[in-house]
């Protein structure tokens, strides 16, 4: 089992930046890949960006290109996204995630092939 618990989030301005953390404890070793994801209200749960613990390959959601980062620290075991010239239509619950399986490109993109989530962290973006 991988435990994950996300921090960070509140409320910001348009144009303004957070950054959030994810903390995984557990069986960490068996985690290949680690995602964001957010869920607006009444809206599916979307991919944000992943990173590979070995490589640190990254891949983002069009979306949020040029404006957030992925970043681990293996040592920690932490995952963090910093989100810079953040929008209103960033507003959502932000949830960290932990897949056991290989991935690449695209393929990392899926929710539904993380096998951990952490409880989610609020993100509002005021304009």
């Known amino acids: 089992q991988v435990q994950l618990a996300e921090s960070g989030g509140g409320l910001v301005q348009a144009g303004g930046s957070l950054r959030l953390s994810c903390a995984a404890s557990?069986?960490?070793?068996?985690?290949?890949?680690m995602g964001w994801f957010r869920q607006a209200p009444g809206k599916e749960r979307d991919f944000v960006a992943a990173i590979k613990w070995g490589s640190g390959f990254t891949t983002y959601a069009n979306s949020v290109k040029g404006r957030f980062t992925i970043s681990r620290d293996n040592a920690k075991n932490t995952v963090y996204l910093q989100m810079n010239s953040l929008k209103p239509e960033d507003t959502a619950v932000y949830y960290c995630?932990?897949?056991?399986?290989?991935?690449?490109?695209?393929?990392?993109?899926?929710?539904?092939?993380?096998?951990?989530w952490g409880q989610g962290t609020q993100v509002t973006v005021s304009s």
């Open positions: 557990g069986r960490t070793f068996s985690s290949a890949a």
């Open positions: 995630a932990a897949r056991r399986s290989y991935c690449s490109g695209d393929g990392c993109h899926g929710a539904l092939e993380y096998d951990y």
